[in-house]
């Protein structure tokens, strides 16, 4: 496959460079600092300058931001965390309105801290769908990846919200998650607190901090509620988010545009107190949806008639196209990296840690015109530099350490430029031949991902099932090796009951020396059903299962104990 290489403009927008590091700029001019202060300058700018975001104003010409980056991410030298891995819809508790929420979070979160001495929870993307029927249940396939989805608020408050409180809670006894009536059920509820909302100086912070991005986010949100359809199919004067006619809509709709800003309010102030006991890692998906906010207002950033994925492999002979569309990489940098400065940001507010789902797109990406196949498709370069600069300098400012999911095909020299800028390696047992003792230190080892068998799910055969069910070309060899990898690891008999696999499985992870260690909730609960299987619809219930027990249940449950207890173990740096 011949790879493309993108060319750099004659002139650039925007410098990114290390702190340190000389530069020039098309002198003489002003440059003015992040901090309000201005400096002249000739052409060779000081190699003191702080970290940020800075504007060259040359005398003549175009001015040109100035970002100064450190050379690597956050990272404490001694750190060791362990904790969970959570799919935050699948978290319901006795007061869940039908999905795992935000409260829910936060009393696990504040349960593992106290009672068992976990520093992290990894939670699946929590990034905003879009407001309509049907819901997306796809975390990875978001409308916004700098704004949240409101399906996750704790809805609590007047006794009038009672009857659809009973309502919600009643979904908990089944197992699939019901988006759709969820979504309603609280936009209801959330409506009529809306109506009492007497305003609050801190809201009004808020909008002013989060400025034009929430403005137009929540113009979005209140057209797709107007028109019922992704933003491709409204009339070409609403195309535009800097239309006038954009504009006379939002005047003319000011009320649900507002409401629209105070839930993201909302869930701003509920993610806030969750990050309280411990880090949260935040999921940042690889794109976002065509017919979504982002992509409305970022039009001219990502590539029209193009979507990317991946190429043929030994695992999906055909390649896989993920309907996502991509950055053209020139055009990011002609908009100063703004798109990406805002999402890392946004993913970064109130969280611990970051996990950069598919990291090596920072690099290049697999490009599929439409109409062709994944097999027809071209990589294309980024500047991975500038790229992993900026999330360096906004990982410092939040003080949160990155991981990059580096699974599956890597090209040669990725995961040695990611150890050079201190991000995490992946490291999951199914797809290792070493045992977790000889992980490398930088890394987040587990046992298995969203994607992959839960560990009572390939000892007993089940997931094998459910792929053949599925119709999925399912790897018998490869699960049936997999499985004595984890037998011969484990010591388990080949009759030992999946909870006794499942504590002799995590007491292996404890032995590994990584930073990060992890055990999802599927885990910790002895789950057979994986959350997502790969290159299925609705041959499976992707994303709408579960967990069988409540959260109450779970913190009674003494196999969590027993994982808690494998994985909070201190060892010697290297």
């Not at 109130?350 to 599929?368: C, E, K, S, T």
């Not at 991000?423 to 797809?431: H, N, Y």
């Not at 590994?512 to 219930?541: C, F, G, I, K, Y």
Request: with cysteine; hydrophobic share 40%; glycine share 8%.
């Amino acid at each position: 496959m011949r790879v493309q290489e993108e060319s750099q403009p004659p002139l650039a927008k925007v410098r990114v460079v290390r702190r340190g590091r000389g530069t020039s700029l098309r002198g003489p001019g002003d440059l003015h600092l992040e901090d309000g202060r201005a400096l002249p300058v000739d052409r060779a700018v000081p190699t003191d300058l702080p970290l940020g975001y800075h504007h060259f104003r040359p005398a003549r010409g175009e001015p040109t931001s100035l970002i100064v980056t450190p050379s690597r991410c956050y990272l404490p030298r001694k750190m060791r965390w362990w904790g969970w891995a959570a799919q935050l819809y699948a978290l319901r508790s006795e007061k869940s309105w039908g999905i795992g929420d935000l409260e829910d979070l936060r009393r696990l979160a504040e349960w593992s801290a106290a009672d068992l001495g976990a520093n992290v929870i990894m939670v699946n993307p929590l990034g905003a769908a879009s407001p309509g029927m049907p819901q997306q249940p796809s975390p990875y396939y978001p409308s916004s990846r700098r704004f949240r989805n409101p399906i996750y608020l704790r809805v609590e408050g007047a006794p009038d919200l009672a009857p659809m409180a009973v309502a919600a809670r009643a979904l908990n006894h089944q197992r699939r998650i019901e988006r759709d009536r969820v979504f309603s059920l609280k936009m209801q509820a959330l409506a009529l607190l809306w109506e009492r909302f007497a305003g609050d100086a801190c809201f009004d912070d808020y909008c002013r901090e989060q400025g034009e991005p929430l403005l137009q986010f929540a113009n979005f949100c209140a057209l797709s509620e107007h028109f019922h359809t992704g933003w491709r199919c409204w009339p070409a004067e609403y195309r535009d988010p800097g239309s006038s006619q954009v504009e006379r809509f939002a005047a003319g709709h000011a009320v649900r545009v507002r409401f629209h800003q105070w839930l993201q309010w909302q869930v701003d102030r509920q993610l806030a107190r969750c990050s309280e006991p411990l880090a949260i890692m935040q999921d940042l998906p690889v794109g976002v949806d065509p017919e979504g906010a982002d992509a409305w207002v970022w039009q001219g950033v990502l590539a029209e008639g193009v979507t990317f994925g991946a190429p043929p492999d030994p695992f999906a002979a055909s390649g896989q196209d993920w309907g996502l569309p991509p950055f053209i990489p020139h055009q990011l940098r002609a908009a100063r990296y703004e798109p990406f400065i805002q999402t890392i940001r946004a993913t970064l507010r109130h969280a611990g840690a970051l996990r950069v789902d598919h990291v090596m797109g920072l690099f290049r990406l697999f490009w599929i015109p439409q109409g062709a196949s994944a097999a027809e498709g071209a990589y294309v370069r980024y500047p991975v530099d500038d790229l992993l600069g900026i999330l360096a300098l906004e990982s410092h400012r939040a003080k949160a350490i990155v991981v990059g999911e580096d699974l599956g095909t890597v090209e040669s020299g990725v995961r040695e430029k990611l150890a050079a800028y201190n991000i995490l390696s992946s490291r999951v047992l199914w797809f290792e031949s070493d045992p977790p003792a000889r992980y490398p230190r930088r890394a987040m080892a587990s046992i298995t991902t969203h994607d992959l068998p839960t560990i009572a799910g390939l000892w007993t055969g089940s997931d094998l099932s459910a792929q053949q069910q599925a119709g999925l070309g399912s790897n018998a060899e490869g699960t049936a090796r997999m499985r004595e990898r984890l037998r011969d690891f484990t010591g388990a008999a080949d009759a030992a009951e999946p909870r006794e696999v499942v504590a002799r499985a995590y007491n292996l992870l404890g032995q590994a020396h990584s930073m990060v260690v992890t055990s999802t909730l599927e885990d910790a609960l002895a789950v057979e059903e994986r959350p997502n299987m790969p290159s299925t619809l609705d041959q499976w219930p992707n994303w709408s299962l579960a967990l069988p027990r409540t959260l109450e249940q779970l913190q009674q449950d003494p196999l969590p104990r027993a994982i808690a207890a494998a994985l909070d173990r201190t060892h010697p740096t290297r």
